[in-house]
């Protein structure tokens, strides 16, 4: 581990300086696309307008014979487009992969400049991160760029898991972590065969209310994934960086996936991937808080004045701890409606009518 005095020294003559905080910008959707596919990248220019972030998968999704084309199409993709105040994001080979090094110097040499976040799957420890720091800041010195690149990872092995807190503080590159359920379950042995979301046989049930074992007794399902995102969002939390729930594959079921977004949106998530363009509205929806709860936390906000001392707002308690979650929401609140005019409009309306 470097000194913490070195943390915020570039990792190479020429690198720029990292950065000391990590933007809170609107991602409340990482939307994947294959660039090696036409119709999908036919769609990047369209999408770009609708999702926060839009992100070129080159790893798994991603046939071995398509590696190359997937990795120049992100570069035709990214120098052709106009993505606004869209983000631009990567997913790299693994790096024990073949391709990884090629990925990496291609994309931060031909476009640098265009991509935000670089996403790194199957992160082990802090290790894994420190390789791709100083490599990107080799990188970034070479090509002249003047905006570090910030560094994603994937908890997606046992290790990873089990090394979540040193990998959320390895660098000031990192920006954030995502659930991989689907290597993660594999890596760890589970027995679910599905990506993301919960598992009928993952439950709890009510005593016996007589001698018959079976009769009246309801059962609850679990979520499989509650202590993975609920360790990853404090060890995201503890560094100042962001929390988001990964892929949900039954691309069919828009009721569970729902649900599943909304268990990561309450539990501190700032948003999910999307796989499919019909998640894409449901991740908006999800990782949007709703306006009357907006207009709750202004109200409360306002009501508390210096944020100090004990009031009672409709029936409720509210004090200085209470107006700390009303300005969670409030202020992510203010961030979506920057982006946002639809929302701003319905988050304004709602307020108006609570203050009123
Ligand atoms: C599921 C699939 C095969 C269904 O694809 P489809 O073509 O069969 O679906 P469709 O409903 O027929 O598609 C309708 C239209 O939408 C297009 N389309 C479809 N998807 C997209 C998209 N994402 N972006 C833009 N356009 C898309 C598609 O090309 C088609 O275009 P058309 O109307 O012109 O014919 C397809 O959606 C897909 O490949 N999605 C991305 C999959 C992916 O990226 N997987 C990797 C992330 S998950 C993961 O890696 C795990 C993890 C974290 O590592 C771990 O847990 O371990
Ligand atoms: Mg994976």
Same mark, same amino acid.
């Given at each position: 581990m470097r000194s913490p005095k070195d943390f915020?020294?570039?990792?190479?003559?020429?690198a720029p300086d990292p950065v000391r905080e990590i933007p809170a910008l609107p991602s409340r959707m990482i939307h994947f696309f294959d660039p090696s596919n036409a119709k999908m990248a036919a769609k990047v220019p369209d999408l770009a307008k609708k999702v926060d972030v839009l992100l070129g998968n080159l790893?798994?999704?991603?046939r071995a014979d398509r590696k190359e084309a997937a990795r120049q199409g992100l570069v035709e993709i990214a120098k052709a487009t106009?993505?606004? +105040?869209t983000q631009l994001w990567t997913r790299i080979n693994s790096?024990? +992969?073949?391709?990884v090094l090629d990925d990496l110097i291609t994309l931060v040499t031909e476009i640098g400049d265009k991509l935000d976040v670089i996403m790194v799957p199957k992160v082990e420890g802090a290790q894994d991160i420190h390789y791709v720091d100083r490599l990107l800041a080799q990188l970034e010195a070479r090509a002249g760029l003047r905006r570090p690149l910030l560094v994603h990872a994937i908890l997606e092995t046992a290790s990873g898991v089990a090394n979540v807190e040193e990998i959320a503080g390895a +660098?000031?590159?990192?920006?954030g972590i995502s659930l991989g359920p689907a290597d993660l379950a594999a890596s760890r042995r589970?027995?679910?065969?599905?990506?993301?979301g919960g598992h009928p046989g993952y439950l709890v049930r009510t005593d016996?209310?007589?001698?018959?074992?079976?009769?009246g007794r309801t059962t609850y399902q679990q979520d499989l994934w509650h202590y993975t995102v609920a360790r990853m969002v404090d060890a995201c939390a503890m560094h100042g960086i962001l929390p988001y729930y990964g892929p949900f594959?039954?691309?069919?079921?828009v009721v569970a996936c729902e649900d599943q977004f909304r268990n990561a949106f309450l539990l501190g998530c700032v948003g999910t991937w999307t796989?499919?363009?019909?998640q894409v509205d449901i991740a908006k929806r999800v990782f949007s808080p709703e306006p009357k709860d907006v207009a709750w936390a202004r109200k409360v906000i306002a009501a508390m004045g210096d944020g100090t001392g004990a009031v009672m707002i409709d029936g409720k308690m509210q004090d200085d701890a209470s107006v700390k979650q009303c300005r969670v929401v409030a202020e992510l609140a203010d961030k979506l409606a920057e982006r946002d005019p639809e929302l701003k409009q319905a988050y304004d309306e709602a307020t108006k009518e609570a203050l009123a």
């Open positions: 915020f020294a570039p990792l190479a003559v020429g790893e798994d999704a991603v106009d993505f606004g +105040s790096l024990d +992969s073949p391709w +660098s000031p590159r990192m920006q589970m027995k679910t065969t599905r990506v993301g016996p209310v007589g001698e018959d074992l079976h009769e594959g039954d691309i069919r079921d796989l499919h363009p019909v």
